[in-house]
Antibody, heavy 119, light 106 residues
Framework: QITLKESGPTLVKPTQTLTLTCTFS??????????VGWIRQPPGQALEWLAL???????RYNPSLKTRLTITRDTSKNQVVLTMANMDPVDTATYYC???????????WGQGALVTVSS | DIQMTQSPSTLSASVGDRVTITCRAS??????LAWYQQQPGKAPKLLIY???ILESGVPSRFSGSGSGTEFTLTINSLQPDDSATYYC????????FGQGTKVEIK
């Protein structure tokens, strides 16, 4: 079955760069139509899509955060990495990496990773 | 950017009630709309995609309808386990979520 798990630091300081890793199993990121996304949720707030990487290494970013985000993949390790530069306390959130299916929606989600930005 | 607006923000209903949540898009998204359920402390769970297709394993009391700019999620015969926040999401142009609707059980 498809599983995904987010990992990374739980605490980062303002201005630092956040690096999160999504390790997945049960599918290949080389399969046509498949992708992995990153979505975040500040405490008590709504979901916000951040980035997505496709099976062909094509990438999409949230326009409002594009200058700060980089998404990459390592198909041999079944991992997708998100970096977010210049972190601020407002970036405190739970970060999710869901599987993106050929139908265009996010159908499998990891448990999420809470990242707190504080000095 | 496509904006998604849900209403109401919160609703309270009794077990057995029929509940309807509305989601409006700022421009036409055809039927490229999904609904997710998020229970407290958990990741979102896909309920419906392409506006009206029920994800495998989701109870049939959940249904979705609409196209263009207006969509609804209906829960027939509300159950205690349905207490959660529900989000709509468009995937016509990139991906955007609504602000969520919290469903409480009276």
């Amino acid at each position: 079955q498809i599983t995904l798990k987010e990992s990374g630091p739980t605490l980062v300081k303002p201005t630092q760069t956040l690096t999160l890793t999504c390790t997945f199993s049960g599918f290949s990121l080389s399969t046509s139509g498949v992708g992995v996304g990153w979505i975040r949720q500040p405490p008590g707030q709504a979901l916000e899509w951040l980035a997505l990487i496709y099976w062909n290494d094509d990438k999409r970013y949230n326009p409002s955060l594009k200058t700060r985000l980089t998404i990459t993949r390592d198909t041999s390790k079944n991992q997708v990495v998100l970096t977010m530069a210049n972190m601020d306390p407002v970036d405190t959130a739970t970060y999710y990496c869901p599987h993106f299916g050929p139908a265009g929606h996010f159908d499998y989600w990891g448990q999420g990773a809470l990242v707190t930005v504080s000095s | 950017d496509i904006q998604m607006t849900q209403s109401p923000s919160t609703l309270s209903a009794s077990v057995g009630d029929r509940v309807t949540i509305t989601c409006r898009a700022s421009q036409s998204i055809s039927n490229w709309l999904a609904w997710y359920q998020q229970q407290p402390g958990k990741a979102p769970k896909l309920l419906i995609y392409k506006a009206s297709i029920l994800e495998s394993g989701v109870p049939s009391r959940f249904s979705g309808s609409g196209s263009g700019t207006e969509f609804t999620l209906t829960i027939n015969s509300l159950q205690p386990d349905d207490s959660a926040t529900y989000y709509c999401q468009q995937y016509n142009v990139l991906w955007t979520f609504g602000q969520g609707t919290k469903v409480e059980i009276k």
